[in-house]
């Protein structure tokens, strides 16, 4: 007894000090960049809740956008874009039109249709990312801030290379890379012979010519990705002074979260700093209405009157 009591009061101290500390402590500063559509749909709840619970958190988001704009609990820093939302509302028509229209009867018309998406996001990703990376006022701005800490979505490749630019650990939530970016980039182990690749269609239970393809296409994922980041190379080469890739700078991130909902996607082995956290695609739910919540509240009584146990 005169031990334990010992112990207590010897840890006594440090605890006051750790009391002490917690009414001094602050909160972090985090840059966000996020990429357009639902990409940002499910990553503003995130966001705004980290700058409600007392962090700083600035999100860069270009001039002209389908979806992004400013947020709760967050400063909102922008940049000119040679393009509007009218020109991107037209563009993104007329490519939704291509791709239902194209014909994916065949495996050759998919691999087809894969090549021809790749190169259209390449271009659309590209204007957005060389309009920030180049405005030199808004980089030196973001250099100035001191950030602790960078999250975005690496489906556009400008938040990886300001990342490396700004030498700061950078956080990605991952969410529809078409060449497996987060698989090449942290080396994560993705058996081809029951894991389909994206836009394959194919399921866990493929034939032998399936198969065969969904090989062929993991072959050729390296060139696609070289393809679809060949520009993005070029910039962060030009950025960064010295010969770097996408797929190089994507390798130093700290963590990646991975939006997957197992309800629709293949479960697959994860390397030590990915982390699932399940579909975040979802806007912030609204309240139920009277009429639903008075019936929960009625089935709930009901369950209870059956079942006394639950109750408990």
Known sequence: MA????SV???????????LCLDSAKGGRLLVIPADGSHWTGMKTLVEELGRRGHQVVVVIPEASLSMGP??????????????KGNMTKEQEKSLNRLMT?????????????WITITMLSHVAMRTCESMLYNKELMLTLRDYD????????????????????????IYIQSSLHCHLDI??????????????????????????????NLLRSLLEPVACSRLYSHADKVASDILQRDTSIVELASNAALWLMTFDFTFEFALPLMP??????????????????????FQLIFFRILVGLHPTVSQ
């Not at 031990?3 to 010992?6: E, S, V």
């Not at 194209?102 to 894969?114: C, F, G, I, P, Q």
């Not at 081809?192 to 194919?202: C, E, I």
């Open 3 to 6: 031990a334990a009591l010992k």
């Open 102 to 114: 194209t014909d994916v009867s065949t495996a050759v018309a998919k691999l087809k249709n894969y």
């Open 71 to 84: 947020s709760d609990h967050t400063t909102t820093l922008t940049f000119p874009v040679p393009y509007t």
């Open 9 to 19: 009061w010897s840890a006594l101290p440090g605890l006051l000090i750790a009391l």
């Open 147 to 170: 950030f602790d800490a960078l999250l975005t979505d690496p489906f556009w490749p400008v938040g990886v290379i300001v990342g490396a630019y700004l030498d700061i650990p950078s």
């Open 273 to 294: 700093n990915m982390i699932a956290i399940g579909g975040m695609k979802a806007e912030k739910p609204k309240p139920l209405p009277l009429v639903l919540r008075l």
């Open 184 to 213: 090449t980039s942290t080396r994560c182990p993705h058996p081809v012979s029951y894991l389909p690749r994206r836009l394959t269609h194919y399921s866990n239970r493929m034939t032998l010519w399936e198969r065969a393809v």
